[in-house]
């Protein structure tokens, strides 16, 4: 079992960057591919991006290629969202999940989530 802590939200302007952190307790960490969501207000949740369990593989979605950079640390038990570029589009609460399974590009078969952290980007 993993718990999740999300942090590193905030308000930033448009084109600006920030850094998702999500802390993980527990042993094994490393066990786990881990993932960032994200949802807005009246829309369905979203997948952000994944990586796998050694960090040598990511996955990104089509709507943040280029801009989010996910990435972990296992021996802090951390991952990571670079996020840069922000576009007011992007505002969202943003969530870290984990799961036992290796395929990255799936989005299904987290059972483990952070509180979720609040990204705002102004205009």
């Known amino acids: 079992q993993v718990q999740l802590v999300d942090s590193g939200g905030g308000l930033v302007q448009a084109g600006g960057s920030l850094r998702l952190s999500c802390a993980a307790s527990?042993?094994?960490?490393?066990?786990?591919?881990m993932g960032w969501f994200r949802q807005a207000p009246g829309k369905e949740r979203e997948f952000v991006a994944a990586i796998s369990k050694s960090g040598d593989s990511t996955y990104h979605a089509d709507s943040v290629k280029g801009r989010f950079t996910i990435s972990r640390d296992n021996a802090k038990k951390t991952v990571y969202l670079q996020m840069n570029s922000l576009k007011p589009e992007d505002t969202a609460v943003y969530y870290c999940?984990?799961?036992?399974?290796?395929?990255?590009?799936?989005?299904?078969?987290?059972?483990?989530w952070g509180q979720g952290t609040q990204v705002t980007v102004s205009s």
């Open positions: 999940a984990a799961k036992a399974s290796y395929i990255i590009s799936s989005s299904s078969g987290y059972g483990y």
């Open positions: 527990g042993r094994t960490f490393s066990s786990y591919t």
